[in-house]
């Protein structure tokens, strides 16, 4: 069995919600949160994460631009697949996106909302949220926090047991 990571981010810091139109799927980053994202970027570059990565995000404005900072750092250009479900996810939704990833994806890279996608990190870390080094997930899950599972298990086993958190990456 080959090592695989899931790699679990809430979206960098949004502006506020604007009562228009639009409304909250359109609330873009802050400065603050487009900064945030190119350093969570940054950091996973120095990292050796296996390839291929594949990479979902939910179609809110403020996940895609988080994406597309992380994503710009890196060495080898990815796009993101839009899943239109991960705008307002529950935890059975976002196991069921893991569980479906293919075979051959090595990294998973899931980019959503509070406060599922905190959940999600929280639940996949079992005891290790007693560990200090993951103290953070302990406290919410702040926005740009990104959370690094390894396993070796087909994505199909994904679940607490089967999973280590190895990292939590704050900006």
Known sequence: MSKRLLLVLRHAEAGPHLHSGAGDIERLLTAAGQEQAKRIGQKLAHLNLPQPMHVLCSPARRTQETAQGVLSALPNPILPKVENSLYGADLDTLYGFIHGAADDVRTLLLIGH????????????????????????????????????????????????????????TP
Do not use: K, M
């Not at 560990?131 to 070796?152: C, D, H, K, W």
């Open 114 to 169: 509070n406060p599922a996608i905190g959940a999600l990190a929280y639940d996949l870390a079992g005891l290790a949220v007693q560990n200090e080094a993951f103290v953070s997930l302990r406290r919410g899950y702040q926005p740009a926090t990104l959370t690094i599972f390894q396993t070796t298990e087909d994505w199909i086993n994904i679940r607490p047991s089967t999973v280590q958190a190895s990292q939590v990456l």
